[in-house]
Structures are given as structure tokens and as C-alpha cells.
């Protein structure tokens, strides 16, 4: 088992930056990858990036292509996800997740079933 904390929500302005984290416990030397995911109200919860905790691969979404960064950090054993120039439309419930069975070869986990371990979100409200 695996637990998720999420902290570093908040309400900010469009063009500031957030920077959130994730700290995992539990059985967290089996995890594999961690991802960050966003829900909107009314829509589906869509992903935004992800990271390999051992080769530290990463994958983004679109949107977050350019403005957002995956990262671990080292010192506070967290996987951080650094978001700068933030829009209205990023405004969401920002939920990290955990994987802890393994994939091919630099793959990097996408889609919300292929995480098993979930956070209780925090809220990212970016106004205009």
C-alpha cells in the first residue's frame, strides 16, 4: 500500500506560477512511476505529466508541454510539479498518483488505470 499527500494548491493570478508536491509512504520502494493528473468540474480527470522514479523519464500532455516541469526532489523525498505561466483553464483539482508494478522499457505511465495508488487532490485556482 501506498499513500499520497498533495500540498502547494492555491489561488493565483494568470502568467504566476504553483509548485506542487507529493509525498508518498507506505511501500514506496516498489513504486515505479508517479503522475500528476487535473479534474475540472464536469469533465474527466485528464493527465498532465509523469516521471519514472529510476530512470526519471518523463512524459507531458500537451498543455503542459513548456510550462510545467516533473521533477523528484531529492531533499524533501517529494515528486514536485513546478507550474509556471498559469492560465484560468488550468484551474482544476490537481491529483498525484502512484504506480508501483513495473512496464517495458522507458515507458512512462499515462492514463488513470494505470495508477493504483491516488492522493485526495488539492485545488489550483488561476484567475484572469
Known sequence: QVQLVESG????????SLRLSC???G?????YAMGWFRQAPGK???FVAAITLSGENTAYTDH????????????K????????????????VYFCAARSMGG?????????S???????????????
Open 9 to 16: 494548491g492555491g489561488s493565483v493570478q494568470a502568467g504566476d
Open 23 to 25: 509525498a508518498a509512504s
Open 27 to 31: 511501500r514506496t520502494s516498489n513504486i
Open 44 to 46: 474527466e480527470r485528464e
Open 64 to 75: 503542459a508541454k513548456g510550462r510545467f516541469t516533473i521533477f523528484r526532489d531529492y531533499t
Open 77 to 92: 523525498n517529494t515528486v514536485d510539479l513546478q507550474m509556471d505561466t498559469l492560465k484560468p483553464e488550468d484551474t482544476a
Open 104 to 112: 517495458p522499457y522507458l515507458w512512462v505511465p499515462r492514463s488513470p
Open 114 to 128: 494505470d495508477f493504483r495508488s491516488w492522493g485526495q487532490g488539492t485545488q489550483v485556482t488561476v484567475s484572469s
